[in-house]
T-cell receptor, first 115, second 115 residues
């Protein structure tokens, strides 16, 4: 099976712009989660989608949003970019049964640089 | 609320030496614990997970971890370090019984392996 794919892998934007990142989960997985990774804050949970519904949301401003499509692919959007949004954005997929032993499989990430 | 603390942001060992990466968790309910590894410019790869079936968990690449409830610890070990083990390691927790796949990560430990 193909793993989790994320596009684009690298992105450079300027302050004030908006950006959309895409994530394709492993075939058959219905849950997609997003995480932000920065040197200062580490790995922080952004949100989780299951069957096109947001199941959980992290403590991020409303500029961060996401959605999931019927084929389980997910996008996240960041509007009005700030310098502090520069980070590695990781997507993870799982079957979505919310069983505690369920494994989340991570994609390679999208590295966003805001200038 | 769940949390994870990784003791030591950097650990340096010689090739062939024992690797010990420390992780302590805080959880009011039985936790489910994971260790992930991240190589440079890559996403996270699951090393192993604790699912309450056994306190000693064996993972990939010769790593193992022991769950100790009395010490609220889940330390990662490997008897003999290889150069290829140099990477960043993350301990993560997910609350049992919750309808979410959200993972809470520790700050990470960078493992350096010296020849």
């Amino acid at each position: 099976k193909a793993g989790v794919t994320q596009t684009p892998r690298y992105l450079i934007k300027t302050r004030g712009q908006q950006v959309t990142l895409s994530c394709s989960p492993i075939s058959g997985h219905r849950s997609v989660s997003w995480y932000q990774q920065t040197p200062g804050q580490g790995l922080q949970f952004l949100f989780e989608y299951f069957s096109e519904t947001q199941r959980n949301k992290g403590n991020f401003p409303g500029r961060f949003s996401g959605r999931q499509f019927s084929n389980s692919r997910s996008e996240m959007n960041v509007s009005t970019l700030e310098l502090g949004d520069s980070a590695l954005y990781l997507c993870a997929s799982s079957l979505g049964l919310a069983k505690t032993q369920e494994t989340q499989y991570f994609g390679p990430g999208t590295r966003l640089l805001v200038l | 609320a769940q949390s994870v603390t990784q003791l030591g942001s950097h650990v340096s060992v010689s090739e062939g030496a024992l690797v010990l990466l420390r992780c302590n968790y805080s959880s009011s309910v039985p936790p489910y614990l994971f260790w992930y590894v991240q190589y440079p410019n890559q996403g996270l790869q699951l090393l192993l997970k604790y699912t309450s079936a056994a306190t000693l968990v064996k993972g990939i690449n010769g790593f193992e971890a022991e769950f100790k409830k009395s010490e609220t610890s889940f330390h990662l070990t490997k008897p003999s370090a290889h150069m290829s083990d140099a990477a960043e390691y993350f301990c993560a927790v997910r609350a049992s019984g919750s309808n979410t796949g959200k993972l809470i990560f520790g700050q990470g430990t960078t493992l350096q392996v010296k020849p």
